[in-house]
């Protein structure tokens, strides 16, 4: 028996790297693959059953065995029996697989946060430390991770197989997933929404470093400005800080502490400020007046970039009070020549 | 019972059996007399003609796909034009072949046949439809000779109507006119059922093909403006930027999602429900036995078409639609997996006490009954939420897609062409040469997609023109699988085109069906029946049939 060696080589990678499962690599993954299995044997053994029945009436009742048909209407009993049993197994599979998803998307209050930015065909990644990764994203095991991601053009889709998990990376709008990495080790990502010519080439590599090993990483590569930072600048050079300055009289609400709380809108209702509310505050203002402001702020849709919307996410988040607000807004006011907008990446 | 045992002995031998002097297709001829024809059975070929045309444009592209994927390197073409590809093969293979395939085709044939009737209700609105199918098919090609177009069959905005410069509007303008055409034959159908069945002929006495038909033109009809409307958006969105569906001017992205899979879902069963008419039609001839459960089969397919409108978010899943709504479609969900196991079962037991022969439309539906369990249940994985995410934009979905529509729908238009080929021409095809095709079509088939679930469990996201090189083996058996798919498809033209000329001569009823389609002459006259026929007995009645057979042979003898 000759195997020609291509067809050999094949074989031994195939079965080397991953053959019919993917690893398990965070804590999401082996409950996903209990359902997955589970799935499994349901299909094998609704197939095994149709395929008796087919088989075995065929062989039992094949002409040359049965030459007259007997004919029969049907049967109430048997049809209840195959109308309640699958369906009671497809509620099994709903509740489980329910249960599975508000796992895999609602993230435990203490993961640590890491914005994810697509485009055309990159993924990069900003930690709140100020490092930043194109096509590459490292994150410590053991400890839960949430990615805020958002798209720069069109759908994209963020997925790490190995982890389970997937999110869509939508245009003009925050999503979020999260993980806990178990195994250190390079897994790939793919971007899983077609999203045009390159969309093959939107791939990249989540790095699972040890904590310690994390730790030394963070401290290498960090650009030397953390996102808070950046958007504090930003804050300044834009100006914000003239209406935002927390003082009594200031033309814009005090954004200290603001994050987290729950604001009355002049329009009447309620809202809870997370990391959307402030984008979508900051891009389409009249939509989003505070209760007791005019609505005087101009937009500033097509002027900043996802990553300067994040900065100032960021540095609006970290927030606590205002005293550099306002001791910028002397120095703006003393000196005109406002610090750029940062766009530093690590290549 | 000794008079059934008996009928098929006393039948007309089929040597003896002779082509009508004047059927549909000889009553007039000259081109002319084919474009301009008002008569349902002359316009069920040329869509068959036609569609046959479309299915081996989009078998082409399939083909080039599986070339490129046989190395994870971009080699055999760029980016571009694999994009290209897979664009095409989706619009061509759904909008030009899998929604007319069995309801413009068999559909346009036997419906007023089965239920007694001349014609259908509109016959000049049924050419209308046809030519609107060619439009909109030249519309198609249009937009692929001038260059191609790389959305995808889905035309996601926003990068179909911001991030391409390829003929977006073209294509999306020819399928635009495609639906019109799927709209008039779903309005046809369901005008003709409701209007026209011939005395005697009750709701519950129809056969089931009808039944199966009835449910897709309801979607036909009610779905399919909504993808008109949503392509216009798009095209308008493209042309003046109105900004529906542009977040920076205020509009919303996943707007389009939900209004083209409100079409799209429902699509999937306007493709499947006529193709599991096929096949208890052929079930319940090859068993000679009525189908088991008519009335739960019939309330399926109305099941399917009502609970498959609110289905559509479960493509969106991952999108972030809230999770109170990812938890009602999900069930809905599973709901409506329920009806299509019921069907399988009481084809299943279709067979239970029947006189079963193994003729060639007979494996074609073995082999959907298998095929379609796994796309099925293949659907509950993808339906469950939480496995959702991980499936997904993968080639799972492609794999679970593709057994239902290639593995489900191809297997049952097959049947259905192989099962009513002696009707539609009058002359049998080569049933050793076909049960190969069937054989290889199942063997292929499952080489090719089989592999595919693999794929998607590990990872590998669809459309995608270069991947890791582990998934190279998988790929390469899938593209294998391929090749046998595509022997197996050709093999049908080949032999189907050299039956018109040298095969047997069918004689009325060759497989004893007891459908009023099978009691006129093969091929049937023009006007179908010389007087309408008076109906007083249920459909898949074979003691009927046997009486009618045994008092024909007695006054012939």
């Known amino acids: 028996m000759h195997i020609s060696p291509v067809l050999w080589q094949f074989l031994v990678k195939w079965l080397n790297a ?76 709903f509740v489980w697989g329910a249960l599975l998803y508000f796992r895999i998307y609602n993230p435990p209050t203490n993961a640590m946060n890491i914005y994810v930015v697509g485009k055309q065909w990159m993924w990069k990644a900003e930690h709140p430390g100020g490092q930043h990764e194109i096509n590459a994203l490292h994150v410590p095991s053991g400890r839960p991770v949430q990615l805020t991601m958002i798209s720069q053009d069109v759908f994209h889709s963020f997925s790490i197989p190995d982890f389970r998990v997937k999110r869509e990376v939508i245009p003009g709008r925050y999503s979020t997933v999260w993980f806990e990495a178990t195994i250190p080790g390079t897994y790939h990502i793919f971007c899983t929404q077609y999203c045009g010519t390159n969309h093959s080439q939107m791939i990249g590599e989540v790095t699972v470093l040890s904590p310690d090993d994390y730790d030394k990483w963070t401290q290498e590569s960090t650009s030397g400005m953390s996102l808070a930072q950046n958007g504090e600048r930003m804050f300044a050079s834009m100006g914000c800080n003239a209406c935002h300055s927390g003082s009594a009289a200031a033309r814009g609400p005090n954004l200290a502490g603001v994050y987290g709380s729950k604001l009355q809108l002049a329009n009447g209702s309620q809202v809870v400020v997370n990391d959307a509310y402030l984008r979508d505050a900051i891009l389409n203002p009249s939509q989003h007046i505070t209760a007791g402001y005019a609505p005087i702020m101009p937009t500033y849709q097509g002027q900043i970039s996802e990553d300067g919307l994040i900065d100032l996410v960021e540095y609006i988040k970290a927030m606590q009070n205002n005293y550099r607000v306002q001791q910028t807004l002397t120095t703006s006011q003393s000196n005109q020549a406002a610090p750029t907008t940062p766009g530093m990446v690590k290549p | 019972m000794s008079a059934t045992s008996s009928t098929i002995v006393n039948l007309p031998d089929q040597r003896t059996a002779a082509l009508p002097k004047r059927h549909y297709l000889n009553n007039e001829d000259g081109l002319l007399s084919w474009l301009f024809t008002g008569d349902h059975k002359r316009i069920a070929i040329l869509y068959l003609i036609s569609i046959t045309f479309f299915f081996f444009i989009g078998g082409a592209f399939a083909g080039l796909i599986r070339l490129e994927l046989l190395t994870p390197q971009p080699d055999l073409v760029a980016s571009d034009t694999y994009n290209k590809f897979f664009s095409m093969h989706g619009i061509v293979m759904i909008f030009l072949f899998l929604v007319p395939s069995v309801p413009a085709t068999l559909g346009n044939f036997l419906i007023p046949i089965m239920l007694g009737a001349k014609d ?47 003929h977006v509007v073209t294509a999306a303008t020819g399928v635009f006119i495609i639906g019109f055409s799927s709209i008039f034959t779903g309005l046809n159908f369901i005008v003709t059922i409701h209007r026209m069945r011939a005395p005697g002929m009750t709701w519950f006495r129809m056969p089931l093909f009808c039944w199966s038909n009835y449910a897709a033109s309801i979607l036909m009809v009610l779905g399919t403006p909504v993808l008109a409307i949503t392509l216009v958006l798009v095209a308008l969105e493209r042309l003046v930027g109105i900004g529906v569906f542009d977040p920076t001017k205020g509009g919303d992205p996943l707007l389009f999602q939900h209004l083209f899979w409100f079409y799209s879902h429902p699509a999937v069963y306007i493709m499947i429900l006529p ?58 969900t599973m709901l409506v997996a329920v009806p299509s196991a019921i069907k399988i079962f009481n084809w299943a037991f279709t067979l239970q006490k029947g006189s079963i022969t193994f003729e060639t439309p007979m494996l074609y539906a073995f082999g959907f009954l298998g095929l379609f369990t796994i796309g099925g249940m293949t659907g509950v994985f993808l339906g469950a939420l939480g496995m959702d995410i ?168």
């Open chain 2, 275 to 332: 193709g599991m008419g096929v096949i208890s039609e052929v079930i319940s001839t090859f068993s000679r036995k009525r189908v088991f459960g008519y009335t739960a089969v019939a309330f399926s397919s109305v099941a399917i078409a009502l609970f498959g409108f609110f289905v559509w978010a479960h493509h969106m899943f991952i999108m972030g639609v809230s999770n109170y709504s990812a938890l009602v479609f999900s069930l809905l």
């Open chain 2, 120 to 166: 259908l209700a509109f016959p000049k609105i049924n050419l209308l439809s046809w030519y609107l199918y060619w439009v909109g098919g030249l519309f198609t090609l249009a937009a692929l000779v001038l260059g191609g177009v790389d959305t995808g069959w889905t035309f996601t905005t926003p990068l179909s109507t911001h991030y391409l410069n390829t």
């Open chain 1, 18 to 93: 991953s053959a019919l499962f993917p690893r398990e690599a965070s804590t999401i993954a082996p409950y996903a693959d209990a359902l997955y299995f589970f799935l499994l044997l349901i299909t094998v053994v609704g197939l095994t059953l149709v395929g008796i029945l087919i088989f075995g009436f065929s062989i039992r009742y094949r002409k040359e065995k049965h030459p007259v048909a007997i004919q029969v209407e049907g049967s109430t009993l048997l049809e209840a029996t195959w109308t309640i049993i699958p369906l009671a197994l497809f509620l099994i599979v």
């Open chain 2, 390 to 557: 991980h499936l997904t934009e993968t080639y799972f979905i492609v794999a679970h897609f593709h057994f239902v529509m290639v593995g489900g729908m191809l297997m049952a238009f097959l049947a259905g062409i192989h099962f009513w080929w002696p009707k539609m021409t009058g002359r049998m095809y080569p049933e050793s040469l076909s049960k190969l095709a069937a054989v290889t079509t199942f063997i292929g088939f499952n080489l090719t997609f089989l592999p595919q679930f693999i794929l998607g469990y590990l990872g590998m996201p669809r459309r995608y023109h270069a991947y890791p090189p582990e998934f190279q083996v998988l790929n390469v058996l899938s593209t294998a699988g391929a090749t046998v798919l595509g022997v197996g498809y050709m093999l049908p033209l080949l032999y189907l085109g050299w039956s018109l000329k040298y095969g047997a001569i069918a004689g009325n009823n060759p497989w004893q069906a007891t459908g009023l389609e099978w009691q006129i002459q093969s091929p049937p006259l023009t006007e179908n029946f010389i007087e309408i026929p008076i109906v007083d007995h249920e459909a898949y009645d074979y003691e009927w049939l046997a009486h009618k057979t045994a008092h024909e042979v007695t006054t012939v003898g």
